[in-house]
């Protein structure tokens, strides 16, 4: 997955996601909703077969929109980091 920069303020960040869809889209959002420091997050695709979505994040003052992205994909990372162990783990 590849990643654009397109706007960046203090507290904000908009990016757009190469090759993602709304399976991927839909976790990273969640996650980054129940984050407390972040006030506003969507995600936009102009047209769903041809273009690549844009995530906009939006922080609270003194906080890192940069970081707060980061944290939260490493989050989603540990949450499906035993999912062959769960699944699987018994067959071997």
Request: charged fraction near 35%.
């Amino acid at each position: 997955m590849e990643f654009e920069l397109l706007e960046r303020t203090e507290n904000s960040l908009r990016i757009k996601i190469f090759d993602a869809d709304a399976s991927v889209m839909y976790p990273v959002v969640e996650n980054l909703l129940s984050d407390d420091k972040v006030l506003e997050v969507n995600y936009s695709v102009e047209h769903q077969e041809l273009d690549d979505p844009v995530l906009f994040i939006m922080c609270k003052e003194k906080y890192d929109p940069r970081e707060i992205l980061v944290d939260n994909a490493e989050k989603i990372k540990e949450q499906f980091s035993n999912v062959y162990d769960d699944l699987f783990g018994d067959e071997e």
